[in-house]
């Protein structure tokens, strides 16, 4: 044994003396820099060889290698380094974490910049924070992420997100949404991304950062950039996810059977009371109301007579009992618990030459909404190749299939809209047909029969929101193509030319079938079909200069880019249905309708941009865009727009390097003007008249939108002034920043009389200015080798204000706009309570002189026609914000986000229908258990009475609400496998997490979502869901 | 050097591709056309015209009752006593506010909207027309049968519009309340509220050039086959159906005379009656509209609500009953009994889901009752009868009257003598003839209130807690619709006071 181990020793000698006389061995060790600790298993690798090892259990390593070489140390979750050898013995290497650092890169447009080198005002999310939040739309991950950034809940539809205003209001009827940018060309259906394939997103808030895509960064831009590979070690990860999805936010408390029959025999007698003309007495219109309820109801659930269900006192007859209580609940009938699952792949990565991105993923979210869904299979590729120094080119390419079924959640009255009709369903209405006995009537086959007729008025009588479900169709199915290429020629040392391309391709189909049983589609049957199809390219080219003078460091940037947008509309519609099953519109005999059309839109713009620093301390940047769009006519469709920026750098200043506390410093100012065109029509400048065929006769009629050739772009001017602050090693870090927006030229649709037949006209006229403080703070309260706890909050405030109007006023809905008012201030009768004497709703009304001006005192009213209009309230909060908790120890990762807001109203007009009593059948909240009675009754909920709804439930003040809400909108918990086992098994790494999304809201009433709409409004809809999702990540 | 002839290779490149061609950015969309386009030839102007026709029977505001002209014909009966709504159904035409009353002030409803809505709509479209024609390319007698009926709706969208947003027109004042704004061009479009008076001044001027244009022979330019174009005799209905709310007797008598020899439209068959109002074909309907199968109105249409058949649920759960007292006094031998069935047991329905009610209607019905595809109608030559007999017995010409009285109900009841009635009784056998001869069809709530009648609903089979309203004086400001306050907003010379 000896032998034969003493000659294996020589010959190893030998071999190595001859192949490798010059090679030495290297000791060494490899720690993390942060915190010190030793790295084990990091891999070491000799450059241009497939000469390796690793560090041990201790992080310490020994490697034979050339004295020249070039050794690359790299471990996953930290920086590679390359380190020559240079004839050392021992190497010891800090290793860098992957993590937020000032030598990260923020993401602007048309490229980079260094995080210290940015001069603008922006919030970027990596993927790393997207790792242990498993989202569908992954924009739903940008909540709570940044400081002036107001988000409106995502429904509960899959795939749907909510949307996004950056610093205020831009526009009154023009888009404030901002502009979407996906790989340098505009793009908005982020739902069709996987979440997997997000390098980063990166929020532009102020004019500065967005200027260069001027045209339309009015409202900020959302940055999007898709993964490329990155490192010389192949990554390759596996994800699996399982999750269920139920109602996020519980239904309004409602009346049950028992509390509803003798209200609504309340509001019947009262209103035979009422009535005009009527010649009723408390008595007989008791005993009449008593007598006939049941036929206004149209449906007794009770073991007794339709006459004997209330009793002439109007309490509920005490031998009265449901015959079926199981069968009533329409709320939980339209729900359930839906499955999601998620399955996905990736690898990447990089060569001196070359890099690469490949995933694959697929995903089924099923809503809590009975049969909604959404089933979405992703694939992307993305190369990029640098054959030799001066050429560099690449290509991104992505294909999305999706398949949804949708809850039609439309209008927020439609018979088909599940939210509407459960809500609104009285509690008296089974679900099933049942006999007088209340046993379920069943058909040949034993199955229970739904029941659709005997309902009362406000029941949806003759419709059922449960078989409409179930036998319709609402399907989508949507193709996409996405893909980027790009050629870049290095001219000269720091000159650059890139051409720049892009194309998308979306393509919905909504198949709808509706049955011939019960519906809309009743009695023939129909099938519709809708093909929705965008086409988008985009094409630019870019001159860049980088240059340094000494320490005066320069880049510059002049380029032109295109823009092109077809959207091409086809509908089909057909009834009368042949076979039962076939839901193709060859199946229906006749043509309802047959249509199609194509709307264009384009752009062009050309673009300058220079940014100068000195010695990394002082900054100056300018931009200049001069862009054109096709939705104004061709002598007002030009518009400039500029920008400056400049900010300082105070803590690499000489007298500051004895203040070792701060680590960052930075004053940072910048003002720039952003245009927008978002108009909702393509073609709001021309005078038109639309095609009205009457008959096999051709017909054109005028249109109700008046052109305008005048009308330009919208302007927003904005000033921003931050300093962003870093302590004790970024400790203790922040930023507090103030910005006042000005948009002037809105684009205003301006109504006009409707006896000019002509409804509205769009003109720029009006001006209005959003001004605000952003406060965030970020700390690490305790900070250790293994336990981190980092706190974020941050605070907004923001003022919305009209400066100037085409007239005094305009009123839309709940709002009035008037100068010195913002556009979200409700202009509403005022309530003035309840008369204690007749149970009549009051409302406030102005005392006229003789000369009908007003005298500033005011009396109360029942008449609501009378009632005088004032300013109540607004939906803008007090201020708004988010409160992040991470809490990192060993290998377990925890965090915790809240969002939060304080103040603002919001106008709960689905409250008030359900306390709304106009029809029969209709359910009712239980506060109208609060009703006023009888004289001497001091409430504030008025008396019902059928007749005179309209008087007792006008729209006024009654109905605002506090919006202030806290909500818990996430909670994660990762737990990392020690390095030690994963790589026993050959692993990078082995990752298990869980996540639960919308966890629970505190708000001021139960059913009440005040994150529905910016504007303070509620309606009926797919309200949001709570996700709970566990995964597995394996990296190999 | 090799590099800078790359360079500049590569910046011509550049250059030449750094710029997009002139009309780029020119889009035109599909869906729609420039409106100088509309207006280059008569052809095309006549295109706008079939616009105006198509619009009076579309659907609006995504809201079911609001379908047009035919809608406002089913408000004016809900709004009437003769017509019954057995139990609220699913809300529309009931809760909507019509049979109830309960909307006529509102300006901020649906109800007082819509009209409104229509009207301006039709009188905008006039005036382009009429601003326009002039200066199109074709013949001079195709631009004059253009402007009759651009002026034909513009009189008649007047007379619809200070009917029920003024007050009764009334032959003995002066008419000087405020009605709506007068916009006759396209260029003042912005004007304040004109008085009852000059409204209807101009609606008989609108009114008189409109039969004038088409009674000239050389103006039909085309022979319709459509009913839904105006001819002259129409225009004359419309003129003898203003004069006859203005109680001008003596040129309703002459214009609805004028209607009845001009007219190619023949009295219908009694067998034609039962037929179910559906077809245009019918030979008494002077104007109305011819719906293809794939411009059907679903929900939204006539009959989705008011015939008899089609599977709504509206219909199936609130058939359209008649007014029990009104039934009583039409006679036995009339084929127009037949149409209601005062057992509500007597009708074969389609299936067992549609309820019954006493008083129901048969008179209007769908050929499939899958589909509310019908003709409407919005004339026809019975009602000519009936002003021309009402005119004469104002003007006391009993003869007269007997004679137009008879010639129309002895089509419908084969036993019917002639009248010998004179004074206030034959005023009264005509006005129950009338509401008899055109129930359902758009003219109770306006007969009220230009008889300056009360409203009551008692003593018959209307259910109060449905109807609600069961009496209105004559005269009450609820007979005046509120005007909408969109307009208010809009209009700066009409004040937010203007509905108190």
Known sequence: MRKTKLFLC????????????????????????????????????????????????NGQFVIDVPKNGTLIFSFVGYQYQEISVNGRL??????VQEVASLDEVVFVAFGTVAKKDFTGSAVALESKKLENRPLTNVTNALEGLSAGVQFTSASGQPGSSGSIRIRGFGSINASSSPLYVVDGVPYDAISNISADDIENITILKDAASSALYGSRAANGVVLVTTKKGHSEKLNFEVKVNQGVSVRGISEYDRLDADQYYPVMWESYRNSLLSASGSTHTMATASAAASKNIASQLMNNPYNVADNQIVLEDGTLNPNASLLYSEDLDWSKAIARTGHKQEYSINAGGATDKSDYYMSLGYLKEEGYSIKSYMERATARLNMNVQPKKWLKAGLNLSGTMANSNITNTESSSGYVNPFYFSRNMGPIYPIYQHDETGNYVLDSNGEKIYEWTNRGAGANSGRHIIAETLWNENLYKRNILNTRAYMDFNILKGLKLSFNAGYDFRNYLNTVYENPTVGDGSPAGRSKLTSYRYDTWNFNQLLTYKGAVGDHNFDLLIGHESYKNDYKYIYGIKQGIVAEGNTELINFTTINSLTSYLNKYRTEGYMARANYNFNHKYYLSASFRRDATSRFYKDSRWGNFWSVGGSWRMDQESFMADATWVSNLKLRASYGSVGNDGTDSWYSWQSLYGILNNANES???????????????????????????GLFNNRLSGQIEFFHRISDNLLFEVPLPMSSGVLSQWQNIGTMYNQGLEVQISGDIIRNKNFNWNMTVNVTTIKNEI???????????????????????????????????????????????????VTGDRITTNDYNAATYYYVGTSIPDFWGSVQNTVTWKNFDFSMLCTYQVGGLVYDSVYASLMSYSSYGSSLHVDIINRWKETGDVTDVPRIDNGRNNYQNAGSSRWLTDASYLSIRNIS???????????????????????????????????MDPQYSFAGTQSNVYSPARIITFGLNIQF | MKISLKIFALLALVVSLASCSEDFLETTPTSSYDQSFVFTTTDNAFAALNGMHKSMVAQYNSRQNLGGYPSFQIAMDCLGEDLVFPTAGNGWWTNTGEVKWSANRNPNGWMVYFPYQLCYKLISNANMILDNIDAAEGPDNQKNMIKGQALAYRGMAYSWLVQLYG???????????????????????????????????????????????????????????SKSHIVASTAMGLRARAALTMQDWANAKKYAEMAINTTSATLMSQTQYTQGFNNADNPEWMWGFEMIPDQTMYFYGYMAYMSWNFNSSNIRGCPKCINSLLYNKISDTDIRKTLWDPTGRAFTMPSSSYKRYPYMNKKFAVEDYSSSVADANYMRLGEMYLIAAEACANLNDATGAANHLYTLVSTRDKSYTKTVATGAALLEEIYVQRRIELWGEGFRFLDLKRLNLPLDRTGANHDESVSLTMKVPAGDILWKYAIPQDEIDANDYIESTVND
Do not use: C
């Not at chain 1, 001859?18 to 915190?35: C, P, Y």
């Not at chain 1, 305008?708 to 602050?725: G, I, M, T």
């Open chain 1, 699 to 725: 017909g054109f009629i005028q249109s109700t939108q008046a052109g305008n050739k005048n009308l330009k772009w919208e302007v927003n001017r904005s000033f921003d002034l931050a300093l962003e602050y």
């Open chain 1, 803 to 853: 400066t100037k109007l085409p007239q005094e006023s305009i009123i839309s809905g709940t709002k009035k706009y008037m100068v010195g008012h913002s556009m979200y201030d409700f202009w509403l009768r005022e309530s003035a309570g309840v008369d204690p004497n007749t149970g009549d709703a009051l409302y406030f009304k102005d005392v006229l002189d003789e000369n009908g001006e």
């Open chain 2, 167 to 225: 007050d009764r027109y009334n032959a003995n004042s002066a008419n000087d309340g405020l009605a709506v704004p007068l916009v006759i061009n396209t260029v003042e479009v912005m004007k304040p509220q004109e008085t009852v008076a000059n409204i209807y001044a101009q609606i008989v001027t609108d009114l008189e050039q409109s039969i004038t244009y088409l009674s000239d022979p050389d103006n039909s330019y085309i022979s319709f086959t």
């Open chain 1, 10 to 57: 020589l010959v190893t000698m030998l071999v190595s003396l001859l192949a490798n006389a010059q090679n030495i061995t290297v000791k060494g060790s490899v720690a993390d820099k942060g915190t010190g600790e030793p790295i084990p298993y990091a891999s070491i690798q000799l450059k241009g060889t497939l000469t390796g090892t690793s560090t041990d259990a």
């Open chain 1, 90 to 95: 021992i190497i010891n290497v800090d290793l």
């Open chain 1, 973 to 1007: 918990i990762a737990y990392n496998l020690p390095k030690s086992l994963v790589s026993k098994i050959d692993l990078s790494g082995i990752r298990v997490y869980a996540s639960a999304e919308n966890v629970y809201s505190f708000t001021a009433r139960k059913g």
